[in-house]
């Protein structure tokens, strides 16, 4: 039987190309546009985490593009503040 994965945290974004998506070989080709998330599954090492789809991505009471999105906004807004002080 197939065990459930469950959704540890998101560590990368891409925007697919129309090309295959690294991990998806032999497995339809995502349109060009569409936006992944690279999931790390909880019990299992960083080696095997996979690109997904937002709707693909099991949240549960969890938000994790919410919470991975707002990461990403307060890192570039971080940066951004640096830049100005070093000018």
């Given at each position: 039987?197939?065990?459930?994965?469950?959704a540890?945290?998101?560590?990368?974004?891409?925007?697919?190309?129309?090309?295959?998506?690294?991990?998806h070989?032999?497995?339809?080709?995502?349109?060009?546009?569409?936006?992944l998330?690279?999931?790390?599954w909880?019990?299992?090492?960083p080696?095997?985490?996979t690109?997904?789809?937002e709707?693909?991505?099991?949240?549960g009471?969890?938000?994790y593009?919410?919470?991975?999105?707002?990461?990403?906004a307060?890192?570039?807004a971080?940066?951004?503040d640096?830049?100005?002080?070093?000018?």
């Amino acid at each position: 039987p197939d065990t459930p994965m469950f959704a540890c945290r998101l560590i990368g974004k891409m925007v697919a190309d129309g090309s295959v998506v690294p991990g998806h070989e032999g497995q339809e080709v995502h349109k060009a546009g569409t936006v992944l998330y690279k999931v790390l599954w909880q019990g299992f090492p960083p080696e095997v985490a996979t690109w997904e789809e937002e709707d693909d991505i099991p949240c549960g009471e969890v938000d994790y593009v919410g919470d991975y999105e707002a990461a990403l906004a307060a890192e570039d807004a971080e940066d951004e503040d640096h830049d100005q002080q070093q000018q």
